[in-house]
């Protein structure tokens, strides 16, 4: 079940964000990570240190791409610089498959750099879905769509949230980047059972799960990044991995950034319920072989 | 194109985008004298325990938070040098004026110095000061992530004559400026090794205190170029003579008509003037700073 065409048909385990206070760190210390998630457009652009970062990153280990701009719900097409460069970068990664997130946030070439919720209507669905073909075929690689976190509902929705989802990536035929902190902020602030999201996402289309941590404010739960998973979030992640199997999981910290030790110490503790159903011998030794066999793999 | 989509996402980003109130919150009213409650109403539900409006606004303070807190980041010589009150002004009216028009943050201030040389009122009375400040903080940034070709090796530099064209490195950018700026920074603890690939912000500590002082100095005219070495952003000093003829060599002029520019004005005898240009060559030589041209598409001579 984890390893899929959405996912390049990989069997990743649990990976953490690449961010700029740990560089040093792991170029020092080496440590063993199974794959690290970087954002594309951090690295779009001509030279300098953050390709060479990446580079020396790449040599070691395995990376995945992940979005924050593409804008795949945008009504408008999809910026083809953009795309242009994305695809440079992906040759460069050799990323198995690439995510962004259903959602919009630019119109008429002004951009807000948000990940501004989508209205669930067929009419969203059907151009959303053609967005992410268009994009699928020109970066040559599947692509997951990652649910937002929502603050907002709009009065033109037609269907649920998950429902919206499962029309896309139906129409789209893509993979589901699937953030069960999202799915907890979102039932929170608008009030639905965050199981029934998680139980009708189609499961063999799931290339990889987000866990993170949120604020909370008075009247609603903010999607900040910058603490650990509470445990409701894990007890959603627990029911993903029993629907879905082992899948690439990966812990988002992007403020407030702790030691790497930390960051990766609380990703790892995905592996309580990544392989829970599975007996020891089962259990892929995750720390001891994955290296190597990623420097092979890429190659 | 869905026009139906499309409306709602005009309707949602110009209400997102709009400016804050002094206590940050959304305007009551909107450009066009509307009321944003109702704006709001139209478009988003209300829930138990927030107001359309209040929903709207999670996303309205969310949007100009994120784009300010970038401009902090890559400005902080602008803010040091204009203050936080009107650093915070200018930067309202700049992103008011030049919102993001690409998909990535890295770009978010290139409009800005040329954006504050036609609104000069928005920075007096340090207008000049505040200006170069932008635009070395501008250039440090294009410097910090612009490409790097293969440099002349010594044998093709020897080669060189004076029809030869060459080109600059991407990552050199030259500046003439009013004020020397680049102490302000340096004074700033401005360190290239804080610069990070996420942000590309400037250093995040600043010490205001000895901006203040090092900002009360007299005007003086300095040419500067801003450029990358082992991954790190350096600025370094030009003479006159060199600033010219680097300049009009970057706008594709030969070697020869480089030369001639560059000691049009220049008071240096002419042994003087070898002696330069052969300092000169050999410090960009060691820098790597000068590069082959393109070579042209042969089908484009037809």
């Known amino acids: 079940m984890p390893a899929n065409r959405f996912n390049g048909f990989t069997d990743y385990g649990v990976g953490i964000g690449l961010r700029v206070p740990h560089y040093q760190h792991i170029f020092d210390k080496k440590p063993v990570v199974d794959w690290f998630e970087i954002i594309s457009e951090n690295y779009l652009v001509d030279g300098g240190r953050p390709l060479h970062v990446l580079d020396q990153i790449l040599e070691r280990y395995r990376v995945v791409q992940h979005g924050v701009a593409l804008y795949l719900g945008s009504a408008q097409p999809l910026n083809r610089e953009h795309l242009r460069k994305l695809k440079q970068l992906v040759r460069r990664t050799g990323t198995r498959w690439l995510s962004d997130h259903l959602c919009w946030g630019s119109v008429d070439g002004r951009y807000t750099h948000d990940l501004l919720p989508m209205p669930y209507t067929l009419e969203a669905a059907r151009i959303t879905a053609q967005n992410i073909r268009q994009a699928q075929d020109f970066l040559e690689i599947p692509i997951a769509v990652e649910n937002v976190s929502s603050y907002a509902e709009y009065h033109v929705s037609e269907m649920t949230e998950w429902e919206f989802l499962n029309e896309v990536v139906e129409r789209a035929d893509c993979g589901i980047l699937l953030d069960v902190n999202n799915i907890y902020v979102s039932s929170r602030n608008h009030s639905f059972d965050p199981f029934d999201y998680l139980n009708s996402v189609p499961a063999e289309r799931v290339a990889q799960i987000h866990i993170a941590g949120h604020s909370k404010f008075e009247k609603y739960i903010l999607d900040t990044h910058d603490h650990p998973v509470i445990d409701p979030v894990w007890k959603l992640y627990a029911r993903a991995i029993a629907r879905c199997g082992p899948t690439a999981t990966l812990l988002e910290w992007d403020d407030n950034i702790p030691s790497f030790e930390e960051v990766h110490r609380e990703a790892l503790k995905a592996n309580r319920y990544l392989y829970a159903g599975q007996t020891a011998s089962a259990t892929p030794q995750l720390h001891a072989t994955k290296q190597p066999a990623l420097a092979g793999a890429r190659r | ?302």
Request: charged share 25%; with cysteine; net charge positive.
């Open chain 2, 1 to 302: 194109m869905s026009t139906n989509l499309l409306d709602l996402q005009r309707r949602m980003a110009s209400a997102v985008m709009q400016p804050l109130t002094r206590s940050l919150t959304t305007r009551r009213l909107g450009d066009d004298g509307q009321s944003n409650t109702r704006a709001a109403e139209q478009f988003l539900k209300p829930n138990s325990r927030l107001t359309a409006l209040e929903r709207l606004q999670i996303y309205n303070q969310q949007y100009w938070y994120r784009l300010f807190g970038c401009m902090e980041e890559d400005f902080p010589g602008v803010q040091a040098v204009l203050g936080r009150a009107a650093f915070e002004r200018l930067m309202r009216a700049y992103l008011e004026a030049c919102p993001s028009a690409s998909y990535s943050l890295h770009n978010l201030g290139a409009r800005l110095p040329e954006w504050m040389r036609t609104h000069p009122k928005l920075t007096a009375p340090r207008t000049r000061l505040a200006l170069d400040m932008a635009r070395l903080e501008w250039a440090h940034i294009e410097a910090f992530n612009a490409a790097e070709l293969p440099a002349f090796t010594p044998q093709a530099m020897a080669a060189l004559h004076a029809d030869t064209r060459v080109r600059v490195q991407p990552h050199v950018r030259l500046l003439q400026l009013a004020y020397p700026v680049d102490e302000l920074l340096l004074h700033m603890g401005n360190d290239a090794d804080d610069h990070c690939a996420t942000s590309n912000s400037a250093a995040a500590a600043r010490k205001s205190h000895s901006v203040r002082r090092v900002a009360n100095q007299r005007p003086q005219r300095i040419h500067l170029a801003v450029h990358r070495q082992q991954f790190q952003v350096y600025y370094k000093r030009l003479v006159a003579e060199e600033f010219v003829l680097l300049t009009a060599l970057h706008h594709g002029e030969s070697l020869g008509a480089a030369l001639e520019a560059a000691f049009a004005k220049s008071r240096l005898s002419e042994p003087r003037r070898a002696a330069q240009v052969q300092a000169v060559f050999q410090t960009w030589m060691k820098l790597g700073w000068l590069c082959p041209q393109e070579k042209k598409n042969s089908r484009s001579k037809r």
